[in-house]
C-alpha cells in the first residue's frame, strides 16, 4: 500500500513530465525539424531533465519508506513494552495480596474478639479499627512500652510493621509501572484506576508513617 508522500510523488512527477513536455514541444523546438529529429531531440532533453527528478523522487520515497519502517518498528516495541508492564502491574497485585494474606490481628472489642486481616486493615472504608493492625512508624521506634504491649505481642507487631513496608514498596513499584504504560500510551487512563484502587491504602499507610506518597495521577508530568 503507499503511503501518501509517495502517491504525491507520482503525481508530481507525471504533471512535471507532462509540463516538460509541452514546454518543449510547443516551446522549442522549431517547426522545420524532422519528425524523427525531432523525437530524438526530445529524447536527450527528457534524459537530462527528467532523469535527475526521477533519481530525486525514488531518493525521497525511499527516505520516506525508511521513515515509516523505523516508525512501525517502535510501535511494535512499543506495544511488547506495555504487554510486559501489564504483566508486571499483573504480578504486583497479585504479590500484595499474598503479603496481606500473612497479617491476621484479633481485635478485642467491649462485646466480642474480631479478627481482621491486613487487606482490610488497607482496603476496606468500613474498618474503623485499621490503627490497630497497621503499626505505626513512631509506635514501632519507641518500643514495647509505648503500646502497652507483652514482648511476644511486640516482636508480633514489628512482623506486622514489616509486612506493611513491604506492601507499601510494592505500591510504588506498581505505580512506577502504570505511569510508564500511560506515557507510551499517552494517557493516564491506568494510574488513574489504580490510584482510585489504592486511595485507601497510601492514605493509611502515609498516616502511619510509611514512606510512600498519595498517589495523584491528575498531576502526573505529561498528563
Known amino acids: ?5 509517495t502517491k504525491i510523488i507520482v503525481v508530481f512527477l507525471i504533471i512535471v513530465a507532462f509540463l516538460i513536455a509541452v514546454f518543449y514541444v510547443y516551446g522549442i523546438l522549431p517547426g522545420n525539424i524532422e519528425g524523427h529529429q525531432r523525437l530524438a531531440s526530445f529524447g536527450t532533453y527528457i534524459g537530462g531533465v527528467v532523469t535527475p527528478l526521477t533519481v ?3 531518493l525521497i520515497a525511499l527516505v520516506q519508506r525508511d521513515k515509516e519502517h523505523r516508525s512501525e518498528i517502535e510501535r511494535i516495541t512499543a506495544q511488547g513494552h506495555k504487554i510486559d508492564l501489564l504483566r508486571f502491574i499483573e504480578h504486583i497485585e497479585s504479590d500484595i495480596e499474598s503479603t496481606l494474606s500473612q497479617i491476621t490481628v484479633n481485635i478485642i472489642t467491649k462485646t ?9 486493615a488497607l482496603f ?10 497497621i503499626p505505626s512508624v513512631h509506635d514501632i521506634k519507641n518500643g514495647a512500652n509505648s503500646l502497652n504491649l507483652m514482648p511476644g505481642d511486640y516482636q508480633k507487631k514489628i512482623l506486622s510493621f514489616e509486612t506493611f513496608g513491604i506492601v507499601a514498596a ?3 513499584r506498581l505505580r512506577e509501572h502504570c505511569e510508564e504504560y500511560d506515557r507510551i500510551a499517552g494517557n493516564n487512563i491506568t ?3 489504580f490510584a482510585r484502587k ?3 491504602a497510601t492514605t493509611r499507610l502515609k498516616s502511619r508513617g510509611y514512606q510512600i506518597d498519595v498517589w495523584d495521577p491528575t498531576a502526573q508530568k505529561g498528563a
Open 1 to 5: 500500500m503507499k503511503s501518501p508522500v
Open 56 to 58: 530525486l523522487a525514488a
Open 112 to 120: 466480642n474478639s474480631v479478627q481482621r486481616l491486613g487487606a482490610d
Open 124 to 133: 476496606s472504608p468500613t474498618m474503623l479499627e485499621w490503627k490497630e493492625v
Open 170 to 172: 510494592y505500591i510504588k
Open 191 to 193: 494510574s488513574l484506576y
Open 198 to 200: 489504592y486511595k485507601i
